[in-house]
Structures are given as structure tokens and as C-alpha cells.
């Protein structure tokens, strides 16, 4: 399934997506995103890992995508709250976010992400969109 | 927290650190358990709107929450966030600056607990607020250490 409107927008468009450098990738297993360690993302420089925040923004991004394509919005949702779980140390690397929707309600959408540096979960985030 | 701590803590999250860097992280304020930390729009660092991204403001609020601890501890050991809450109360508003203050209000154990802030820099508007719980005395050696070696403090 290609990438629509809005989700390209938001990937080619948007400076800090940019920054980020992820890519999106829809396959048959269902949509996810890709982060390539880069040096601006570190967080600890001696242990060499992601940055927590990174690793939040990378995983609400990776939700708002989501989002756009399962409720084929025409625009970038509102987060209204986020809550993010560090289970294990992201080292620098590739990582993955998986998504998704645990409940799409009418006035609330919460989606779930699962971050994997290779095949071991390192974060869980929980994103909360309003209509 | 000493003048010296102050430096130290002013020299790790400033321009040698890519991420910091990057951001144009400034080190407001820091001691007694708690910090303060701003910085300005940057274009790269924007939403398509003009204003920072939320990603900007998460990132910012977690880097003051480490800093909020390291206040209150006296040292900068190694510390890892184990949750971090934050709710989006507003957007920034395009070309606005962040100015976001953490306070560390306990440690028990190897638990440090944080709750700040994060306003806009001219009209001190909430943007978002954080919570969060920390990991202290990780894995690896203290964030001061490798500035210590190199003579920098």
C-alpha cells in the first residue's frame, strides 16, 4: 500500500522529520517505520544510544503515520498526550516502530508503538490523538 | 550545585554534544534538585507550521529531567529514563522559543523522580508539562568522567 497525501507531506515536508531521517515502509505484515542511527541522535555519548526523546518523537511520528493511513486523514493528527516506557538501552543502530490503534474512539484515537533495535524491544510508547 | 558542577553541566549538554548541539540547548539555571533550559526556533528543527515540534519539546523536557537530577544528586553518574509522561497542552507557536523548567522533587533507591514544564520563551504560555521516573547509577561511567580526563573542568 503506497504512502497518501498526508503522509507524504509529512515525511518530504517537515523540517524536524527531516532531521530525523526515518523512512516509512508499508508492507504485507502492515505499516512501520525504520531509524538509522545518526550523531545528532545520541543521547548518552560514552554508552553510545539513543536519546530518550529521540526515541519518543521517532515513535509518535511513526503513530501520527499510522493514524493518517488507518483513518485516512488529510492532515497531521493533534497528540494531546504521550506516556513512553525505556525497557532496555537503545544502542546506536537501526531501529524499528511498530504501530498500533488500541482504540479508535470518536472523540480519542490511542495508538501503541513497539520500538525494536533489531529483534529486541528496547521502548513501548503510548500516544493519545484527539479528533 | 558548585560552581564547577555548574561548568560541567553547562560544558556535557552544550555544543561538543551532537544532539544538544544541534538543538541549540542553553543551560538557564540549575540547583537545588531543580533546572532550566531553553532554546530558540530553529528551522530544522520545525514542524510545517513554523513552530518546533513536539519532538523538539519531548527531547527538551527529557534532557532538563537529567539535568534536574543530577542537581539534586551533586554528581553526574550515569542515569537512564525509565517513563517519561508528557501532555501536549499546546503547539508552539511558530518562531517561538521553549524555556522549560524540571524539578527533581525525590530519590529513593535508585529511582529519581522529576515533574517540570515547558513554556513558550516570550509570553511564558504552558506548552507541556512532563513526569517521569529515572534510573540512577546505570550502566556505563559518569557522564563527567571523559570531561574530568580531558582537563575541561
Known amino acids: 500500500m503506497a504512502l497518501n497525501k498526508a503522509q507524504k507531506e509529512m515525511l518530504e515536508n517537515t523540517p524536524f522529520v527531516e532531521f530525523l531521517g526515518l523512512e516509512a515502509l508499508t508492507s504485507d505484515e502492515g505499516f512501520s517505520c525504520r531509524l538509522c542511527f545518526r550523531e545528532q541522535h545520541i543521547g548518552n555519548p560514552l554508552l553510545r544510544t ?67 533495535l533489531d529483534k529486541t524491544l528496547v521502548s513501548i510508547g503510548r500516544f493519545i490523538y484527539s479528533r | 550545585m558548585s560552581d564547577r558542577y555548574l561548568t560541567m553541566a553547562k560544558t556535557f549538554f552544550g555544543t561538543s554534544h551532537p544532539l544538544f548541539n544541534a538543538f541549540g540547548v ?7 534538585g531543580r533546572a532550566a533550559m531553553s532554546l530558540s526556533c530553529r528551522p530544522t528543527l520545525c514542524d510545517r507550521h513554523g513552530g518546533l515540534h ?37 503547539p508552539v507557536p511558530a518562531g ?6 524540571v524539578e527533581c522533587y525525590a530519590v529513593r533507591g535508585d529511582i529519581a523522580y522529576v515533574r517540570g514544564q515547558g513554556c513558550a520563551y516570550s509570553d511564558h504560555n504552558l506548552l507541556a508539562t512532563v513526569f517521569g521516573s529515572f534510573a540512577v547509577g546505570t550502566l556505563g561511567p559518569a557522564f563527567d568522567s571523559a ?7
Open chain 1, 50 to 116: 539513543f536519546h530518550g526523546g529521540i526515541l519518543a518523537s521517532f515513535a509518535e511520528i511513526t503513530a501520527a503515520l499510522y493514524l493518517m493511513e488507518s483513518l485516512d486523514l488529510v492532515e497531521e493528527p493533534s497528540c494531546s498526550s504521550m506516556t513512553f516506557d525505556y525497557l532496555r538501552p537503545a544502542f546506536a543502530g537501526t531501529i524499528r516502530a511498530e504501530p498500533c490503534i488500541v482504540r479508535a474512539g470518536r472523540r480519542f484515537v490511542v495508538v501503541s508503538v513497539d520500538v525494536y
Open chain 2, 26 to 32: 542553553e543551560v538557564e539555571e540549575v540547583g537545588k
Open chain 2, 54 to 90: 513536539r519532538g523538539v519539546v519531548v527531547t527538551l523536557l527529557d534532557t532538563n529531567c537529567g539535568l534536574a537530577i543530577f542537581s539534586r544528586l551533586g554528581d553526574m553518574r550515569p542515569i537512564a529514563t525509565i517513563d517519561l509522561r508528557v501532555d501536549f497542552i499546546r
Open chain 2, 96 to 101: 517561538e522559543g521553549i524555556y522549560s523548567e
Open chain 2, 147 to 153: 570531561m574530568k580526563g580531558e582537563g575541561k573542568v
